[in-house]
């Protein structure tokens, strides 16, 4: 698949904004937020900021952005509906939580409960986003349990890790708030390995053969292609990254995703003042960077079953 910087954009930015609106949502209806104080709009800030970017960047994928509305009138039977009412509806809550956190320190009627809310509500669209691509039957490299594990790991991780830079600038960070921060990278590294052993392991699910139905008349080969040209399906499904280049991409994924945030995590037990900052904030912005390679690599490792058609011999599970 081609792996387009607007679709890139949306799933990091939104991923990120509403990993951090679960944080939030968690951590203020446990009663562990400070009062409002320029922490609380920074925070808000970066949740709402990258939860609209990211949902405005997915429109530019769109043959017709104007008519991106229509999406959520499918909402029955699209996943892409669904995610798309839910992010509508979580701005509900967010908006609510934010003026109570901020305006009222946090003393605006069941603000708790809307806090709460606030959480599931930002873990379902995650969820329908990753469901988005996980429900791709044409695509067996998305169609397993392990894209939602990810793409709900990589969102709590990006927000907690984002979370904790925002409050190292502020207030001492607590044990506690660490530990969990580095709780969630390794849950998360573990799902994408997870991911990763089980595209590599799969088995052949399609072949140009079982694909034409001619597999009785022995190997199917291609005599000549369906046009001579570039068109739309070669462009956006026969994107092909080499298995070298695809390896290197999953080594530094690993190493800004997750290594060095964790290199940083544990050194801030360690650390006090200004080296606890610094070291928060470089484990956030360079598990970002890793988690964009993450996801340019998750699309440009995807193989289409149309590809069968076009000269392909099989596609893997």
């Known amino acids: 698949m081609h792996p387009a910087a607007s679709i890139?954009?949306?799933?990091?930015?939104?991923?990120?904004?509403?990993?951090?609106?679960?944080?939030?949502?968690?951590?203020?209806?446990c009663g562990w937020l400070p009062p409002?104080?320029?922490?609380?709009?920074?925070?808000?800030?970066?949740?709402?900021?990258?939860?609209?970017?990211?949902?405005?960047?997915?429109?530019?994928?769109?043959?017709?952005?104007?008519r991106a509305w229509r999406a959520v009138t499918q909402w029955r039977s699209s996943w892409l509906s669904r995610e798309g009412i839910m992010a509508i509806l979580v701005y509900g809550p967010a908006f609510y939580f934010s003026a109570g956190w901020i305006l009222f320190e946090q003393q605006l009627f069941a603000w708790r409960a809307i806090?709460?809310?606030?959480?599931?509500?930002?873990?379902?669209?995650?969820?329908?986003?990753?469901?988005?691509?996980?429900?791709?039957?044409?695509?067996?490299?998305?169609?397993?349990?392990?894209?939602?594990?990810?793409y709900l790991s990589l969102s709590l991780m990006t927000g907690a890790l984002w979370f904790?830079?925002?409050?190292?600038?502020?207030?001492?960070?607590?044990?506690?708030?660490?530990?969990?921060s580095l709780i969630s990278i390794v849950v998360a590294c573990v799902c994408k390995y997870y991911y990763w052993r089980y595209i590599d392991n799969a088995s052949v699910v399609s072949t140009a053969e079982s694909a034409t139905g001619l597999g009785t008349n022995g190997k199917t080969r291609l005599l000549e292609p369906p046009h001579t040209g570039r068109n739309y399906l070669l462009?956006?499904?026969?994107?092909?990254?080499?298995?070298?280049?695809?390896?290197?991409?999953?080594?530094?994924?690993?190493?800004?995703?997750?290594?060095?945030?964790?290199?940083?995590?544990?050194?801030?037990?360690?650390?006090?003042?200004?080296?606890?900052?610094?070291?928060?904030?470089?484990?956030?912005?360079?598990?970002?960077?890793g988690v964009t390679i993450e996801r340019w690599l998750f699309f440009a490792e995807a193989e289409h079953v149309v590809m069968l058609y076009y000269g392909n011999d099989k596609v893997h599970g």
């Open 8 to 29: 890139i954009l949306f799933t990091t930015a939104s991923g990120l904004g509403y990993g951090l609106l679960f944080v939030l949502g968690i951590a203020a209806s």
């Open 36 to 66: 409002g104080t320029l922490f609380a709009v920074l925070t808000i800030a970066l949740a709402l900021g990258t939860v609209s970017i990211g949902l405005l960047s997915s429109t530019f994928h769109l043959g017709h952005p104007e």
């Open 115 to 150: 806090s709460f809310i606030l959480a599931v509500g930002a873990a379902i669209t995650v969820f329908c986003t990753a469901m988005i691509y996980a429900s791709l039957k044409s695509i067996p490299r998305w169609n397993n349990r392990w894209v939602s594990a990810v």
């Open 164 to 180: 904790v830079a925002i409050w190292a600038f502020f207030f001492p960070v607590p044990i506690v708030l660490t530990t969990i």
């Open 235 to 289: 462009e956006e499904m026969g994107y092909k990254v080499a298995r070298k280049h695809a390896d290197k991409l999953r080594v530094l994924c690993l190493y800004f995703a997750f290594g060095i945030p964790i290199a940083c995590y544990a050194l801030i037990y360690l650390a006090n003042g200004y080296y606890v900052t610094v070291l928060a904030a470089t484990a956030a912005v360079l598990g970002q960077v």
